[in-house]
Structures are given as C-alpha cells and as structure tokens.
C-alpha cells in the first residue's frame, strides 16, 4: 500500500509500504478521506517527533472496514465508518468530572501511525472507546473527517456559551476560523467579525455567512471590532491562528465582562506579553480551549454529515493522497482552506 511518510521537517515522500497488520481485537480500514489540519502541517513541517522518523501522521479518518480481527465481532468488512482519533477512556479522573477533552489516556492513540495511508489499523482498546462512528448509507466520507476539527469548535463555543445576544470576533479565517464563524451563525450571535491577514483566506472568508471580514493589512482589528460595535468591543473574542500578537490584540477587542479565548496554539515555549490591567479593569475572562467531551463529539459527527450545516462548505481542495506535498503548499500559502486526501485514488469523493 502507499503511506506519506514523514522522514524530517518537511520531507515527506509517498511510498510503497507494508500493508499494517489487523491487531487482535482491532480492524484494518480502508482510508477513503482524510482531512490535512493545521496540526498536521505543524507536525510535518517542524521536527515533531525530535528525529524519530519515519512516521506517518494523519487523524482525522474516515473509510470503509477492509479487514476484521476474528475476536472483533461489532464491525464487520465493508461497515462505513469514522473514527474519532482519540477516545475518551470514561475511567481516569479527568472524564469521571465530565473533562473528557482532558482524558489523561488519550496520548497514546497519536503514538500509532495516521491515516496519511490506504490503510489504518484501529486496535481493540479504540474501538471499546466513544471513538467509533458508522457513516449511514449515502453520506459523505469527506463531511465526516470534518467532524474532527468541528468538534473542538462547537465544544469551546459550547462551553463559553455564545448566544444571540453576542457580537463574536474571531481572529484568523483558516479551518478553524471559518468554522467558528459557521458556529456562531448557528448559535445565533448577532454580530459576527472575521479578521485575517492572509489574500487568499480573506477572499474565501467573504463568501460566507459572517457580518464583516477585515483586513488586518488594511485596518487594525482592535480598532475594526469598535468601530463595528460603537467602541463597546466584542462580547466573544476567539483568537484561532498561532500568532502572539493576535493573542495581545484580543484583549481589547473584548468588550467589559467580555470573554476571551486562545484557541490557537503558538510556537512551543512561545511567551505573549499581556496587559492585564485590561484584563483587571475590563473585568474579562480569559479561557483556553482544546479537544471536546464525548457528548460534544457525538453531537459534532452529526452536525458534519448535516445537509442543513454544510459542513463540507469550507473544502477548498480534494487531492489524492501523493499530492500531499502540494495539498501542504497550497494551506501554507492561504491557497486552500481545507484540503481532504482520497489516499485510494482520485481527485472527487468516491461513494
Ligand atoms: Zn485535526
Ligand atoms: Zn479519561
């Protein structure tokens, strides 16, 4: 089978490689989508496994059960599913206080090789997790890689509860941006501000559904936010790109009692300097977000495959899985917004 293989930062080669093994209790997947996420393309191209290479990287994984473990007997050959790459383990003290985002078991699913690959193993001990999804007959592989990055998206405005009465800025229009901006529409806010810095996501972010989109080039964001809410600021303010400054600008798009998050992660050991008598005076919340409960995965797996959500409205590109390198330019540059692999062959979705 072919596999992208990553041997350093930024050299990634399709090769033919050795078909995984079906574990005991597990099954082999065909890989038919999965999508590239910011992540990926952090790990690709910086030395994320400290020379430990080669490694193939990949985890938001839809396709079709190709093998079966004889002691597997839930999921038969030919069962259509997606698989969530981390399962929430319901036992270890964080997911008894309903954190499962915080399930201190989950490392050990990004220990295994991704989904960059025509075939993906998926052990026993995955499988006895929330992880498992099956696809109903005629939907779509692609929407339901989509529920990967949807999922921490609809659980950090789950949790931060934005509402009709909120104007919501959110800071960068890539992937995740975007669907901030999809879930805020959906949530109801009243006002919805889109800032980017890059050409080509400006232009995507204008054909969707948000009140405003600024320029970061053109306009200051801070200043953008108050002019469009007569100088109060934001109710909400998402900051979901990696840059520091936008973590400092934040602050005072937020509105008094406002709420502040850092989606986004930054460079690693990467330090913003904030003025927090703003944070003092302004009386603001600030919260960090990853991941999602089970509950919100579940619920986000059905609001991908939803016709009415259009969740599928921010793929820009649909490659095949040798194309990975390009597929990796083209998010880089601000080309493409989301861009989904077919490792089993094609350009369009197969069914
Ligand atoms: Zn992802
Ligand atoms: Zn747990």
Redesign the pocket.
Known sequence: MKAALMYGPGDIRVEEVERPACPEGGLILKVVSVGLCGSDIRNLTTDSRAGDYPWTYGHEIAGIVDEVSPSCTEYAVGDRLYVYPAG?????????RGH?E?????GKYGKRPGGFADYWAVHADHLATDAVFRLPEGTSFDRATLAEPLSSVYGCQENIGVCTEDVVAILGAGPIGCYHAKIARMRGARKIILCEINPGRLEFARKLDVDAVIDCTEEDPVEAVLRLTDGKGAEKVISANPSLEAQQQAIFMARRNGIVVFFGGVEKGALTEIDTNRIHYFGLWIYGHYGATSMQVQRTFELALDDRFRADEIITQRMGLEQINDAIALARSGKAVKVILHPNGGGEEPR
């Open positions: 929430h383990c319901m036992e270890c003290e964080a997911c008894r499962h915080m399930c201190e078991n989950l």
